[in-house]
T-cell receptor
Framework: AQSVAQPEDQVNVAEGNPLTVKCTYSVSGNPYLFWYVQYPNRGLQFLLKYITGDNLVKGSYGFEAEFNKSQTSFHLKKPSALVSDSALYFCAVRDGGDSSYKLIFGSGTRLLVRP | NAGVTQTPKFQVLKTGQSMTLQCAQDMNHNSMYWYRQDPGMGLRLIYYSASEGTTDKGEVPNGYNVSRLNKREFSLRLESAAPSQTSVYFC??????????????FGPGTRLLVL
């Protein structure tokens, strides 16, 4: 069965410092991995995804994520955090061998960037 | 393009009442989804429609029904609302693109309170 774990409920970082939001996954086939961000009272916005190819994926707003097959991880990173990055971040996985397109979401990590 | 739209934005129901949540997308996507979001649990798939004319159960389908009215519209019906269905409901749509995979795009959500 597919699953996603986001081990931190909240990540606190000072503005200008690098940030990392962790995600590990479990699928039986090839993983398709996604990061979404949710601002208060808004829907989810797509940030980036890994389907195949380079392990380092670059996305919106300066975010990037590294796919690590041996550690089954897909951590979200940004070199220099902004206060406006404060939001709820979700990692999601889909089994590439599953034709149903179903995504499994992690429980979310709240990022708080302090000035 | 409006993307994915949902109505209503907010609804209060009494236990046992019924209602239909509406979702429409203008991106000509084949696949559409309904999720619910509960604190600390991420998003859970209720139903999905891989293409017009087909619907399938997701992770938490009990108490819900869906209709894929046409390619644009996918509605979610609660026949007899229960307090456990208090949640935020998100609709999403997606399309598979060769070489790029598939990305789900989300609506702004419907906040439902069942008393």
């Amino acid at each position: 069965a597919q699953s996603v774990a986001q081990p931190e409920d909240q990540v606190n970082v000072a503005e200008g410092n690098p940030l990392t939001v962790k995600c590990t996954y479990s699928v039986s086939g090839n993983p398709y991995l996604f990061w979404y961000v949710q601002y208060p009272n808004r829907g989810l916005q797509f940030l980036l995804k890994y389907i195949t190819g380079d392990n380092l994926v670059k996305g919106s707003y300066g975010f990037e994520a590294e796919f690590n097959k041996s550690q089954t991880s897909f951590h979200l990173k940004k070199p220099s955090a902004l206060v406006s990055d404060s939001a709820l971040y979700f990692c999601a996985v889909r089994d590439g061998g599953d034709s149903s397109y179903k995504l499994i979401f992690g429980s979310g990590t709240r990022l708080l960037v302090r000035p | 393009n409006a993307g994915v739209t949902q109505t209503p934005k907010f609804q209060v129901l009494k236990t046992g009442q019924s209602m239909t949540l509406q979702c429409a997308q203008d991106m000509n996507h084949n696949s559409m989804y309904w999720y619910r979001q509960d604190p600390g649990m991420g998003l859970r798939l209720i139903y999905y429609s891989a293409s017009e004319g087909t619907t399938d159960k997701g992770e938490v389908p009990n108490g819900y029904n869906v209709s894929r009215l046409n390619k644009r519209e996918f509605s979610l019906r609660l026949e007899s609302a229960a307090p456990s269905q208090t949640s935020v409901y998100f609709c999403a749509s997606s399309e598979w693109v060769t070489g790029l995979g598939e990305t789900q795009y989300f609506g702004p959500g419907t906040r439902l309170l069942v008393l």
